[in-house]
Every structure is written in C-alpha cells, then in structure tokens.
C-alpha cells in the first residue's frame, strides 16, 4: 500500500498563516464596528426624533410655557442622553472582542469556525515549546487544515445586508421627516424651533387674543387703595402696532409679538378670571360681557394688592398684578385776590380758601394747589367760562391767575407722577358778588295817606347795601291842588322839592351796610292849601368801586283834606268797629244758657272755641281803634279830652277785658273740658268770669255810644259856630259894599 505523503508547512509559514488570519480578523472587527456605530447612530437618530415630535405635539396641544418646556427638557434630555449613550458604550464594548472572542462570536453562525481559527492562532505555538509531547507533524498538519478550511470559507456571506439596509433607511428617515415637516408647515417648524432650542415666548398661532385695557407694556395695574376696580378685557385687538415683520400686542403683562394676524378673531364666549390675595388666598370670577368684545370685571374693594390671570377661548395670559396705592389728593390751597379800588393796589391771602368765596367783577384771582406727592399733571376744568392752565412751579405744585367775570365751579384733577392714579375731584366754588343798587324802604308811621294841613307825617326809613352806604336822603315834593290831576312833572322841573338829608352813623372806618332812621314831616312849619299832595321817597347812594350807584324806595302819596273831612272818616271807621263789638257781645251773651245749666264737656267746649275767637276779635278792635287815636293825634283832630275819653272809655277797657276776664274764663274752660287740671276751676267760676265779661263789654259799648254823643254835640257845635261865622262874614260883606256905594264918587 503507497502512503502518500504531504509537504507540511515549516514555522515561518505558520506565521504567515497566523498573520493572515488576525488581518482577516481585523478586517471583520472593523466592520463589525461600523456596524455597531451605524446602529448607534440610527437608534440616537430614532430617540431623538420620536422625543422631538412627543414634544412638539405636546406643545402644540397644551401650548406649555416657557418655564414648563425648560424643566421638560431638564428631565427628558438627560434621560435620552442617557439612553443613548448606554445603547453606544454597549456597542462599543462589544465591538472590542480579540481574535478568540471574534472567532467564537463567528462560530454561532458558522459553526466550527471557531475551532479552526484557535487552531491556526494556539497550535503553532506548540511547536516551539520542547516540553509539550504533540507531534509536530500532527500540529502542522492540523494548521494547514484548519488554514484551508477557513481560505474556502468566505466571510462576507456572515454580512445581514438587508439589517444595513434597513438602518440605513431608518436614518434617512429620521433625516426626512424633520426636512418633510420644514417643508409641509414652515411656520410651525421655525416655531417649535424657537420655542424649544431657543427659548422663544411666541405662541402657536390663536383665534382669540386678549387684552386688558390700561396694562400697555407693563406688568402691573394701579388700583386705588379700598375702592371697588373695574378691570376691562377685549378681544378684538385694539392695541396692536406692526414692529417690523411682526405684529406687537400690548396690555398682556408680557411682550407677545405675531408673526401673522389673524383674519378673523374670534371673540370667547366667557372669560374667566382668577385672584391671589396675600390674605384671602383664591377668588374665582366670570367677567360680564358688555359687548361682543368687551368684557368687565369689578374687583372689591380692598387695602392689599393682589395678582390675577385671565381665560378665554384659545387663550390666556397672566398672573398680571394689582398694586393698590392711595390717590393723590390736594395738600394745600393758597388763594390771593385783588378786588378793584383796593387803596394799595396788593394782593390779601384768604385764610379759608374752602369756605365760601364771594368776589366782586374784575377781581383778580391767583390760585396755587399743592398735591400730596409728585404730580404728573394738574386738570382745571371751569363750569362755566375758562381759567387758564396752570403753570408747573415744583414738582409738586402748579398756579394760575386770572380775572374774575362770572361765578364758576372750579373742578380739580391731579395725576400722580409715580403711579399715573388719577385723584378724586375736588371742586372750588367762587360765587361774583354783584354790587346791586341800595335797597330803600319808606313806610309812614300812624297816618293814611289823607293828612291834615297840620298834621304830623312819623316816616320810617331803611336802607341796605352790599357793600357800604354813602348817602341818605329824604326827597319830599309838594304839588299844588291846581296841578294835582295833571301829569306829574320830570324830577328836574319840580321846583317845590325840598331834599332832607339823614345822618349815617360813622366811626372805626367800618362800612355802614345797613342804616334805619326816623323822621317826622311837620306841615305846620309850612301850612300847604287844602288839596295839596306830598310826594315823598327816599334815596341811598353807594360807595361802589364802579360808579355811585343809586336806590330808591317806592313813593308815599299824602293828600292834604279838612279837619272835618278826615274826622268824619276816621268816625266812620270807629262806627264800624263798634258794630263788629256788638256782634262780639252777642257771641259772648249766647254762651250764657249754655254755662247756666249743667253742661258737659261739649257745652264746655264749645263755650271755649267761641271765648277764644272772641277774644281775638276783640284785640284787634282795640288795635283798630288805638291806631285811630294816634292819626287823630298826629292830625291833630280833636281835643285833649277827646282823646282821653276814648284812650280811657274805649281802648285801655278792651285791653284789660282781653288781657285779664276773658284770659281767665278760657283756662277755666279749658280745664272743664278735659283740659290740666286747675285750682278753682268749676261750673260757678266760669259763671261768674262770663257774668263779668258781659257787664264790662256792656259798659264799653255804652262808653263807645257817649263818644260818639260827645263827637256829635261837637260837630254841631262846630257846625253853629261855622254857620255863625259865616253870617258874620257875610254881614261884614254887606256893611262894606253900602258903604261903598255911599262914598262912591261920581264922573
């Protein structure tokens, strides 16, 4: 049997074997590396895409804020990192295998590959160690087996090509769909571009955009310190201005710039609100809807500030806070005046500019206001007419100056400097003092307006200005009986006016603002003819700054009559009021039945009623016929006598009856009908007081009866010695013309 023999490989080729087969090695643990960096960078790819659109969807359905995405990114970022970076190390760990780990990693798929590749890596070694006992040509024929068996071996058949193929796909795809996003909506990826890697404010485009009325670009709104607040909402965009390529929205307590605006916005159908108080903790609100949109809001009263957010439609915004300061208010008035026709010609401060001003025309007026703290502004405002705008002195005071030509109202605005708070109003009243003309009054004192030739006229005379008299003055005009029914004459052609000046008190330099006096018109000085009429009125000039101003009183007629004509009506008069004293007798006389039985209380009540009528028809007669006695007096009709007859008879009897009986049965009556009960007061007193009654009013009528006798036998009297006086002139009359004819010469 041939035994055929096989050249066996010496240790040099060995070695190139064992080379060969580490550069295959390495060849295959690079790409296994390759591998593991293209799987890695898919999966971060992967992750990153899959979390950016979790995100992006997130935002666009919850629309986070900016402080809410930056702690998402704090937790999900480092988590990904994490992820990712754990995916890489593992890979990478696993693509350091050395030549044995590789082989054996080989040998899962190609099984006994592994073996032959520790073959040709192990078993040359062997051979150069004298105290292993393998045969060397056993070694060297196992090498070369093991060489040729992994030469007809190809490697690349091991390569899952359809793997790289799909990562390779899942990277483009992960590049594609932020380029396919970019290119389908732009808009929306620029945006959560800059909201997430930027940090951007701007918001996902809304239908509703709200904004609160007086924020402008600021953070805060000024409320007054404990008073009700209105907040006021719209919808509609009213303060939006285009800054560059965007669209600028105020009143939201932060910038909000659009990149669009909308075409139509839509306005919310309610609008909540929502308040943080330091002390009350949360208060929920609906806004009330005053238009389609506009929405209002009273916040309470309140000495704390608070902070608010607002909700409506697709949109909020907030917390926006409420600063409650005091208003501003007026510290001080300074008020300086000049009144025309001042001596010095200066300026006097009024101590209490808030009580009432009165000033006269043409006064100049200068008004300084100081605010409690730095002033922005100060509004006058005059009703009616205008005051000119104050002028700015300090930071916290303004002033003006103007003529005074009518009463006004003056309304006061100030505005705070540090807040921008409007105050209260506040309201300055000066009311014109317009310098009328004297007020004069003339009234005669005990007679009517017919007079005796002697009589004495009592004139009472009173005058009134607003700022000071000059002058008083009586003005009397006598016109004679001829030119009594013609037409009166002008002041300037009366030549029978006599002008009585009257005294006004003086002294301390103190004007006289009010002055009475009295004056007694004596005929007798100058007896005037019977038919003669008086004319009289009084006069009053003023000490007014523009001119001397003049009043007068209405006009007293007097008529000048006979004694017999003004007796006779003054008796007729006197007749009169006896017949109303004999009515009241017969009042006072019924009552006597009615007090003589036993009267109840309605008896004693009625008795009552007419006592007190009586009694006061009874003081006015007596007042009646006293004034007849002083005309009497005054036109001197009558005696002494007379006159003592009828003050004695008639006037002082009336009096003392209604001053003493009369009194006394009333509270006699009185207590009898149910009245407060009286000592002595019974059925018999009032009896006795009416009995009484009737006796003195007898007596008085009786009195009244003698009086007008004694005026009768006087005018008889009188009447004879006027007829005998006549004879006697008419004798006189006829004695003279004969002796006349007698003593006539002839031609």
Not at 72 to 98: E, K, Y
Not at 342 to 359: A, C, D, G, K, V
Not at 402 to 414: D, I, K, M, N, S
Not at 550 to 562: D, E, I, P
């Amino acid at each position: 049997m041939t035994i055929a023999t096989e050249e066996l490989p010496d240790l040099e080729s060995l070695g190139q074997e064992q080379q060969r087969l580490r550069d295959r090695l390495a060849r295959l643990r690079r790409r296994l590396t390759l591998q593991s960096a293209l799987e890695s960078l898919v999966e971060a790819a992967l992750i990153l895409t899959g979390v950016a659109t979790l995100l992006v969807l997130l935002d666009w359905q919850w629309r986070i804020g900016t402080s809410t995405r930056l702690v998402l990114l704090g937790i999900i970022g480092p988590l990904v990192l994490l992820a990712i970076g754990w995916r890489i190390w593992h890979r990478w760990q696993a693509s350091r295998l050395d030549d044995l780990a590789l082989a054996m990693t080989v040998d899962r798929f190609r099984p006994g590959t592994g073996q032959r590749v520790a073959d040709v890596l192990q078993l040359p070694g062997l051979l150069g160690d004298p105290s292993e006992s393998a045969s060397p040509a056993m070694v060297r024929l196992a090498v070369r087996r093991a060489c040729e068996a992994l030469s007809d071996s190809d490697w690349h058949l091991l390569w899952n090509r359809r793997r790289t193929a799909s990562r390779l796909a899942g990277l483009v795809g992960c590049v594609l769909v932020p380029l396919a996003f970019a290119l389908v909506a732009p808009s929306a990826a620029r945006l959560s571009v800059d909201r997430w890697l930027f940090g951007s404010s701007e918001r996902w485009p809304q239908q509703t955009y709200l904004s609160v009325v007086g924020l402008g670009d600021g953070n805060r709104l000024i409320a007054p310190r404990d008073e009700p607040f209105v907040i006021e909402v719209r919808s509609d965009l009213p303060e939006m201005v285009e800054v560059g390529d965007r669209w600028h929205v105020s009143g939201r307590g932060e910038p909000l710039l659009l990149r669009s605006v909308p075409q139509s916005p839509q306005s919310p159908d309610r609008v909540s609100i929502r308040e943080w108080t330091n002390g009350r903790g949360r208060r929920d609100g609906v806004m009330t809807a005053v238009e389609p949109s506009r929405f209002r809001f009273e916040i309470p009263a309140s000495d704390e500030s608070s902070r608010f957010d607002l909700r409506g439609g697709d949109d909020w915004l907030g917390p926006i806070a409420i600063e409650r300061v005091d208003r501003p208010n007026l510290a001080s008035i300074r008020l300086r005046v000049r009144e025309p026709g001042t001596p010095s010609n200066t300026f006097r401060t009024i101590e209490n500019p808030r009580q009432l001003l009165t000033f006269l025309p043409d006064t100049e007026i200068e008004l300084t206001l100081t605010g409690s703290e730095p002033l922005a502004d100060l509004r006058l405002d005059a009703q009616p007419g205008a005051v000119p705008s104050p002028d700015r002195i300090d930071k916290r005071s303004f002033a003006t100056r103007w003529t005074l030509e009518e009463a006004t109202t003056l309304e006061l605005r100030l505005t705070s400097e540090p807040t921008g708070l409007e105050s209260r109003p506040a309201f300055l009243s000066i009311a014109l003092l317009r310098d009328r003309e004297p007020r004069v009054t003339l009234r005669a004192l005990g007679v009517g307006s017919r007079v005796t030739p002697v009589a004495t006229i009592p004139l009472s005379l009173a005058a009134t200005d607003d700022l000071g008299l000059a002058s008083v003055r009586l003005q009397i005009d006598r016109i004679a009986p001829a030119q009594a029914g013609e037409q009166e004459a002008p002041e300037a052609d009366r030549p029978d006016r006599q002008t009585v000046p009257i005294a006004i008190p003086s002294g301390d330099d103190r004007a006289v603002l009010d002055h009475q006096a009295r004056h007694d018109v004596d005929l007798l000085a100058q007896p005037p003819a019977l038919g003669t009429t008086f004319v009289m009125i009084a006069e009053a000039e003023d000490t007014s700054t523009r001119g001397a101003q003049r009043g007068q009183s209405g006009a007293l007629r007097f008529q000048v009559v006979s004694h017999e004509e003004l007796f006779y009506e003054i008796l007729i008069r006197q007749r009169a009021e006896r017949a109303k004293f004999v009515t009241a007798l017969e009042a006072v006389t019924s009552q006597r039945e009615s007090l003589a039985e036993t009267p109840d209380r309605d008896a004693y009540l009625g008795a009552l009623r007419v006592i007190v009528t009586q009694t006061r028809q009874l003081e006015q007669i007596g007042g009646r016929i006293a004034d007849t006695l002083v005309e009497m007096q005054l036109n001197q009709i009558g005696s002494v006598k007379s006159h003592r007859l009828l003050q004695d008879g008639v006037i002082t009897p009336i009096r003392s009856l209604s001053a003493g009986p009369m009194t006394d049965l009333r509270d006699v009556l009185q207590t009898l009908g149910g009245g407060t009960p009286r000592e002595g007061a019974d059925a018999d007193t009032a009896r006795a007081l009416h009995e009484t009654i009737v006796a003195q009013m007898n007596t008085i009528l009786e009195q009244m009866s003698q009086w007008e006798s004694f005026v009768d036998v006087v005018n008889q009297v009188a009447e004879v010695i006027k007829m005998q006086q006549s004879i006697l002139e008419a004798t006189e009359q006829v004695r003279d013309s004969r002796t006349e004819e007698v003593f006539d010469e002839l031609p």
